[in-house]
Structures are given as structure tokens and as C-alpha cells.
């Protein structure tokens, strides 16, 4: 991506299996508050759906089992529950300082106040 559209400063990769996207979260807010980067683009992306993690997270009924009826499977605070249904997704985020948002005239949607991981 930063090669394709001419991006500069650091690049990397953060890898914390389905935490990545939360935690390049957190990266990039720290290379903001810290003056080492003005904007940075992260995100993160899932693709669990593989025979070997379906039949792990099977073994460990932890996903619903509710196939004849997958459009009620996910129901997160269900007292009813009975697992996770496994999915694949991606999101990206433009991240930078809120003085600089605010002097460009940026729609802010949310601030990062802090973050923590371990």
C-alpha cells in the first residue's frame, strides 16, 4: 500500500493473532502522540477459516452449533448462547493528531485516549 500510492515513514507489521487490528490501533497512536509520525493507516485483517482452526475451536465447543439455523447463530448476549460463529474481516483506519484533524476541518469520529496490551 505505501509503495502503490507513495506513503513514507515507517512501515510494519503488527502480528497478535485477532488483536492485530486493535493493537495497530494502539501503535499508531503511539507514533502520533509521540511526534514520529503526523497521520498513520493501520488496521488489521482475520482469515480463520481453515479446516485446521474450524476443528480446533470445535474441539473446544467454543463455536455455536446452531448450523440448521446460521441467521440466529450469532447472538453474543444471548443467555441462550452456545458459541462464536467463526468469521473472515478486515478494516483499515486513517489515524492522526486531533490538533491536526481540527486545523484541516476533519470529521472526527472517535479519539484514541489511551491504549494497553500484554
Known amino acids: 500500500i505505501a509503495i ?3 506513503f513514507h515513514g515507517l512501515t510494519l507489521s503488527v502480528v497478535s493473532a485477532c488483536a ?3 493493537h495497530a490501533i494502539g501503535e499508531a497512536a503511539r507514533l502520533i502522540r509521540t511526534g514520529a509520525a503526523p497521520a498513520v493507516l493501520c488496521g488489521g485483517s482475520e482469515a480463520g477459516m481453515h479446516p485446521l482452526s474450524l476443528a480446533a475451536f470445535g474441539n473446544m465447543q467454543a463455536v455455536s452449533r446452531r448450523n440448521d439455523e446460521p441467521e ?3 447472538r453474543p448476549f444471548d443467555a441462550d448462547r452456545d458459541g462464536f460463529v467463526l468469521g473472515e474481516g478486515a478494516g ?3 489515524l492522526e ?3 491536526r484533524a ?3 476541518g476533519a470529521r472526527i469520529y472517535a ?3 489511551g491504549c ?3
Do not use: D, I, K, P
Request: aromatic share 0%; charged share 20%.
Open 72 to 74: 440466529r447463530a450469532s
Open 116 to 118: 494497553g496490551a500484554s
Open 111 to 113: 479519539e484514541v485516549l
Open 20 to 22: 492485530t487490528g486493535t
Open 97 to 99: 493528531s486531533l490538533a
Open 92 to 94: 483499515v483506519l486513517v
Open 102 to 104: 481540527r486545523a484541516r
Open 4 to 6: 502503490r500510492h507513495g
